[in-house]
């Protein structure tokens, strides 16, 4: 870490790596990612079948930067869901591993701490099938 903190990274060959600095970058920002995002519009798009319009209008109208983070976020994810058959990555499961770096939840009640947890999750993934189907017409067989 050290390294890129000081500008010298140049390569990584380890997948695993890159992914665990891409979910450590995400954790550790002042705010989480979806902090700006009010908690009825996740619960929303969580608790709804999909809706690609109605979702594309909620993170097109976000503030920068996390407009652009998420859509930044959201395309490289869809790039590992999209090769799906070979490293079994789908959207669902790419949520679940990235929902937890993305909203920092001040609830001192573990149940809507974990309740909550889901429905970042759930959020997470509606928000990348919708990115797929919309930029890429790729259907994450989302529900």
């Known amino acids: 870490v050290n390294i890129i903190a000081k500008g010298k990274f ?44 109605a979702i594309v209008e909620t993170y097109s109208s976000l503030h920068e930067p996390h407009r652009s983070l998420i859509l930044w976020l959201l395309d490289m994810m869809a790039g590992i869901v999209m090769n799906e058959s070979v490293n079994k990555m789908s959207a669902k499961n790419m949520a679940i591993v990235m929902s937890p770096n993305l909203f920092q939840t001040n609830a001192e009640n573990p149940m809507a701490a ?14 990348l099938a919708s990115r797929l189907q919309e930029k890429f017409q790729y259907d994450a067989r989302v529900q």
């Open 10 to 53: 140049t390569e990584c060959s380890d997948v695993n790596i890159i992914a665990n600095l891409l979910k450590v970058w995400f954790r550790e920002l002042p705010e989480g990612l979806y902090n700006d995002i009010p908690e009825a519009t996740i619960h929303r798009i969580a608790d709804s079948p999909l809706d690609v319009p």
């Open 114 to 127: 974990l309740t909550m947890a889901q429905k970042i999750a759930d959020f997470t993934t509606k928000l």
